[in-house]
């Protein structure tokens, strides 16, 4: 078992960034690929980036060359930096495992961070 903890949301303009954090505790990050999700009022959670335990990594189509993702497995902790913010990735965004075949089962979500994009 274990737990997830996400931070580092706010308020900023469009155009500007952020950088969130999501600091793990128990096995989560053993030889997990985790993954960024975020919910916008009234749709369904979507996965934004993911990283292998190895550091290979993927972006939905809307954040490609807009956001990183990173992790620091010592500390297990990832990362999301969040360049040129649009007002659409207004959400609470997740940090979770990636579903695969050796990961059946995300953990528990955590209360997740506010990101507000608006002018």
């Known amino acids: 078992q274990g737990s997830l903890v996400e931070s580092g949301g706010g308020l900023v303009q469009p155009g500007g960034s952020l950088k969130l954090s999501c600091a793990a505790s128990?096995?989560?990050?053993?030889?997990?690929?985790m993954g960024w999700y975020r919910q916008a009022p009234g749709k369904q959670r979507d996965v934004v980036a993911t990283?292998?335990?190895?550091?290979?990594?993927n972006y939905a189509d809307p954040v490609k060359g807009r956001f990183t993702i990173s992790r620091d497995s010592a500390k297990k902790t990832m990362y999301l930096q969040m360049n040129n913010l649009k007002p659409e990735d207004t959400a609470v965004y997740y940090c979770?495992?990636?579903?695969?075949?050796?990961?059946?089962?995300?953990?528990?979500w955590g209360q997740g961070t506010q990101v507000a994009v608006s002018s």
């Open positions: 979770n495992v990636v579903i695969t075949p050796t990961q059946r089962y995300y953990y528990a």
């Open positions: 128990g096995s989560i990050f053993a030889a997990n690929t």
């Open positions: 990283i292998t335990s190895g550091g290979s990594t």
